[in-house]
């Protein structure tokens, strides 16, 4: 990441020459004009001769052999990552860990951990991101000094809001009087973690290699213990650089990974007779379901009690007839599962001028609360959402407390429950089968509109993979979809940051490569112009994936909130538009993609052309190729 501070021409007197440059190979040449003398030839450039280059390859004499080292202390950082199975590492490169990044190539053979070159460190933290949703364990992502970190400070905050482990490893140089002038003081710091603390679980700064194998072990351990989190360890220059005195002296500690908390039984035992004894209760389900296990519980809690759940994605297969449905208005117990805003679904907020909100919950109602969120909360970043007054709060993970919760409530039903318990489910199954059908309806609303409409490109994007073992690894998937099994989303949660979208995908991707599904999602055009060099990451490491652009030519939620705004102040909404949209010129998403390596097609604005062009990039994809498809389509 250092520069050089010296050049051989400044910036301005290059661009300037090379304007010149151009501008000669278009602008016509008349002979009959004066041409000017003709520059004196430059001398060849002489190669180096064979004694040369033996002298820059032979061994180094004795009285510079203090200029190597032997055991590095980099390579003990390798053997204690390796320990860790970690099979990826996701970064660009950087000065401040030259010796890790080293050793993880030659030391560690570029294997388990591999590098994957990024373009961004934004870009390699959701990548780390997107990798866990699917693989369930963490990638490592580096980044260097201060400028890395500030680089990379947006998708950390938004992997601690979704509560995913994020692994990172700062490099630094903490001893000044180590420190090489210039640049290097710029991109040091005391206390390399302090700008991102509030939104990591846990960081530490080794000094020694003991200290750094502890560390790393309980940094992997804390980042996995629920609720997850990124952690942080910063590598320093001279530990990794620095010989180890005795590799015999040093140990690597044992991973164990700790247990999910399970909720009290006692505690569980009066939420399931609450549960039982309920004529109308809902589940709402956040982030519940953290392994494929966690959604056939939930199916099995929701069959039990012949209850709707709310809140899908990874929770319930979408077509499941217990899946959606249901009113909170309606419910008069609603039990809340891992819910990141449990007060935001039980209220209706007014966006006004002068704003309003009341609870949507039916008189006497009870909320319970199931949550690991309540184990581990900070004080700064406000994503813990507004307080919401329960009757009964168990501090736990959900998915861990499923098993004792099901085994409660199945005690107590009686045949009496039961019967009235399959009366109500075979109202919310007849109930949800006509939702289907209104979805399939208003689907056909504008099917021969272009710009394309969402739903058109949604369903044209489901024909094509739905005979396929298919997997979302972006947006994308609707009632439309039959999304019936755990891997086949990334979940949901994050902060909403935009430039996550893109490089969450190709992370996801990367996790599903050696079971050779096919991943696709829709990918929209605001978040790919953050960070588009996730897609030469893509195409480099040979990560096949299907994206199809929803271009709509604007950040279209700011549009609305700019005409809400000018509504509200009568001034008419004509220039909603300046600042918020991406036009003049249009961007040609399908050849940027081509340019880093991506097949490409589009821009597509005739609906009857994307069912073809989507089967043919699927068959790309199947060839282990990355695709992009740009597709034009309406607003939203």
């Known amino acids: 990441m250092a520069k050089s501070k010296k050049s ?10 090379a304007a010149a440059s151009a501008a000669a190979l278009v602008t016509p040449i008349h002979l009959a004009e004066a041409q000017p003398a003709a520059p004196p030839q430059r001398p060849a450039a002489v190669p180096p001769s064979s004694a040369q280059l033996a002298a820059e390859t032979e061994p ?13 202390g980099s390579d003990f950082m390798v053997d204690v990552f390796k320990s860790l199975d970690i099979e990826y590492i996701a970064s660009n490169p950087g000065s401040s860990f030259r010796g890790l990044q080293e050793s993880f190539i030659t030391y560690g053979g570029n294997r388990a951990p591999e590098w994957l070159s990024c373009m961004h460190e934004e870009s390699s933290i959701a990548l780390a991101e997107g990798y866990f949703r699917v693989a369930g364990k963490p990638m490592m992502a580096m980044a260097h000094g201060t400028v890395g970190l500030q680089h990379a400070s947006m998708n950390i905050y938004n992997a601690y809001v979704a509560r995913n482990p994020v692994y990172i490893v700062l490099g630094n140089a903490l001893d000044a009087n180590a420190r090489r002038p210039g640049v290097e003081w710029n991109h040091s710091v005391q206390d390399c973690a302090a700008m991102v603390r509030d939104y990591i679980k846990w960081d530490d700064t080794p000094i020694s290699l003991t200290h750094f194998a502890e560390s790393a072990v309980r940094a992997y351990k804390i980042g996995m213990t629920v609720p997850m989190g990124p952690v942080i360890i910063v590598a320093d220059g001279d530990l990794q650089e620095n010989g180890a005195k005795d590799r015999s002296k040093l140990h690597i500690p044992k991973l164990t990974l700790t247990s999910p908390p399970a909720g009290d039984p006692a505690a569980v035992a009066e939420v399931a007779k609450v549960l039982v004894a309920a004529e109308n209760p809902m589940i709402l389900a956040g982030r519940a379901a953290r392994t494929e296990q966690g959604m056939k519980l939930m199916v099995e809690l929701a069959e039990t009690l012949q209850a709707p759940v709310q809140g899908g994605g990874r929770n319930m297969p979408n077509r499941h007839p217990l899946a959606g449905g249901g009113s909170v208005a309606n419910a008069d117990v609603i ?26 919950t039916k008189a006497g109602a009870k909320i319970v609360s199931i949550s690991a969120n309540d184990l581990y909360m900070k004080s700064n970043y406000q994503d813990f959402q507004r307080y919401q007054e329960v009757d009964m709060a168990i501090a736990a993970d959900a998915e861990a407390t499923l098993p004792t919760l099901i085994e409660a409530c199945k005690k107590l039903i009686t045949g009496d429950r039961k019967r009235v318990f399959e009366e109500r489910g075979k109202k919310i199954a007849a109930a949800n089968a006509q939702a289907l059908v209104r979805a399939r309806t208003e689907a056909t609303y504008g099917w021969d509109a272009s710009p394309i409409s969402t739903t058109r490109m949604s369903v044209e994007l489901w024909n094509a993979v739905k005979d396929k073992d298919w997997a979302l690894v972006g947006g994308g998937g609707s009632r439309l979809w039959n999304i ?11 902060a909403g940051g935009l430039g996550s979208g893109l490089p969450i995908a190709v992370g996801a991707a990367l996790a599903h490569k050696k079971f050779g599904r096919v991943c696709v999602g829709i990918q929209t055009d605001g978040d790919l112009m953050y960070a588009p060099g996730a897609l030469w990451t893509a195409a480099h490491h040979r990560i096949p994936m299907l994206l199809v652009m929803r271009n709509n030519r604007a950040y279209h939620q700011e549009v609305m909130h700019l005409q809400r705004m000018a509504s509200r102040r009568q001034r008419g909404i004509e220039n909603a538009g300046i600042g918020t949209t991406i036009t003049d010129p249009n961007i040609d998403y399908a050849q940027l993609a081509r340019s880093m390596g991506f097949y490409g097609a589009g821009p597509i604005t005739d609906p009857k052309d994307l069912g073809p062009a989507l089967r043919t990039a699927v068959e790309r994809v199947e060839r282990g190729e990355p695709a992009l498809i740009d597709v034009v389509t309406q607003p939203r």
Do not use: C, P
């Open 8 to 17: 051989g021409v400044n910036r301005r007197g290059f661009l300037k020459g």
């Open 484 to 494: 019936d099994k755990f891997h086949q989303t990334t979940g949901g949660g994050g």
């Open 335 to 360: 039990l809340g599962l891992q819910m990141d805003d449990l007060w935001g679904a039980t209220h209706e907020f007014r966006d006004q001028q002068e704003r309003s909100y009341q609870s949507i």
């Open 60 to 72: 180094l004499s004795a009285d510079v052999h203090a200029m190597t080292v032997e055991n590095a």
